[in-house]
C-alpha cells in the first residue's frame, strides 16, 4: 500500500490509546510543542524538565538531527529508508525531507506505539512518484518489520536505516545491539545506518534520577555512553565526523544550536555506511 492508504496493522478499527500511564512518543510530541499528548504524559515531562530544562531542547537538536541525516543521506542518492521508532508525525517527516530532494523516494514508516498508528495517515501522504507506508511493529521483532517492509522496499538496492531516538529504549536485556546487527545484515552494500541516541555521561547524577523516574512508571530509559553508541556502527564505515553530539553532526549554516548551558546536548548521532 501506499500514499493515503489504511496503514498495516489498522484493520481492526481505532487503535487502543492508555491514557492511564505516560508514553514515550506522547512526551516527546510534548517537549517538541505537539498535542497529541495526554495529561499524563504533560505531567511526568514536566518532572523530567524539572530535572534537566535543556530536555525541550535536546528533542528540538533530535529531530533537527534527524532532518540534517535525511538530507545528507538523499543528496547522497539513497531513495529507499526504514525509519523505525517513528514517532508522532511532526513536519517535516522523514519522508517529506527525502521526497523533497527525490520524490521517488520511498520511506516505510514503524512505530510500536498506537498512538503513532492513529496519526499514521500524515505518514502516508507520499508524492505519487514515490511511496509510504506505515507499520504497527516492535523494534525487538526486526524479522516481522523486515518482512513488512519487503512489500514496500527493494532490498537488492540501499536502504538507509533510521532508528532515531529509538535504541535508549531498549535495553542490552531486550538485545539492542542484536536487533541492529539483524536490521543490518538485512540490507545490501551500500546501504547506511543513522541513529541518534540519549546519553547520560555529561551529567550522571540527572540521567540517574531521570532512569529512576522512568522505572516507577514501569518505562525503560537505557541511556548509553559513546562508546556504547559507537558500538552499534561496529563492521560500518561512519561518515565524517563520525559520532558526535547530535547538534554538532554536520551543522548547517544558519541553524546553530540553541545556548542551552555549559554542557553539550545530551543526545549522540551518526551516520554509516555498510561497505
Ligand atoms: C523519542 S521518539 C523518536 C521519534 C523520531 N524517531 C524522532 O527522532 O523524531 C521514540 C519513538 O520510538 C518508539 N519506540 C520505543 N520503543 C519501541 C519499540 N520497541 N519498537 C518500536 N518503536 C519503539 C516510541 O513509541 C516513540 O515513538
Redesign the pocket.
Known amino acids: 500500500m501506499t500514499g493515503t492508504g489504511q496503514a498495516q496493522g489498522n484493520e481492526g478499527g481505532s487503535p487502543y490509546i492508555d491514557t492511564s500511564k505516560p ?3 506522547r ?2 510530541d510534548w517537549w ?1 510543542g505537539g498535542k497529541d499528548n495526554y495529561p499524563v504524559d504533560e505531567e511526568m515531562s514536566r518532572q523530567l524538565v524539572a530535572m534537566d530544562p535543556r530536555i525541550p531542547a535536546v ?1 528540538r537538536a ?2 533537527a ?2 532532518q540534517r541525516a535525511t538530507r545528507w543521506l538523499a543528496r547522497a542518492g539513497i531513495r529507499q529508508f526504514l ?6 508525525p ?1 513536519e517535516p517527516n522523514l519522508h517529506q525531507i527525502a521526497q523533497g530532494i527525490a520524490p521517488e523516494s520511498r520511506v516505510v514508516y ?4 498506537p ?2 498508528l492513529a496519526h499514521a495517515e500524515a505518514l502516508l501522504r507520499s508524492t505519487p512518484q514515490g511511496a509510504t507506508e506505515y507499520i504497527q ?4 521483532r526486526p524479522a516481522a518489520i523486515l518482512a513488512a517492509a519487503r512489500k514496500t522496499l527493494d532490498f537488492t538496492r540501499p536502504v538507509a536505516l ?5 535504541l535508549h ?2 535495553p542490552d536485556e ?1 538485545g539492542a545491539y542484536e536487533v541492529v546487527d539483524e536490521l543490518v545484515s538485512a540490507l545490501p552494500s551500500g546501504s547506511y545506518l543513522m541513529l ?1 541516541h540519549g546519553t547520560g555521561e555529561f551529567t550522571p547524577d540527572r540521567a540517574r534520577s531521570a532512569g529512576d523516574l522512568y522505572k516507577s512508571r514501569a518505562l525503560t530509559l537505557a541511556l548509553r555512553d559513546r562508546a556504547e553508541v559507537v558500538r552499534f556502527f561496529d563492521g560500518l564505515e561512519l561518515v565524517e565526523p563520525g559520532v558526535t553530539v547530535a547538534d554538532a553532526w554536520h551543522p548547517e549554516p544558519g541553524a546553530a544550536g540553541e545556548p542551552v548551558g555549559d554542557e553539550p546536548l545530551p543526545i549522540y548521532g551518526g551516520v554509516a555506511r555498510k561497505r
Not at 525509519?83 to 508522532?88: E, Y
Not at 514503524?110 to 506505539?113: H, L
Not at 511493529?137 to 525487538?140: N, Y
Not at 533510521?162 to 529509538?166: E, F, K
Open positions: 508514553h514515550p512518543a512526551m516527546y517538541l528533542a533530535n529531530r538531527f534527524m525509519d523505525v521508532g517513528t514517532g508522532i511532526t514503524c512505530d510500536n506505539d498512538i503513532v511493529g516492535d523494534a525487538r533510521s532508528l532515531v531516538a529509538l529504549f531498549v531486550d541518534s
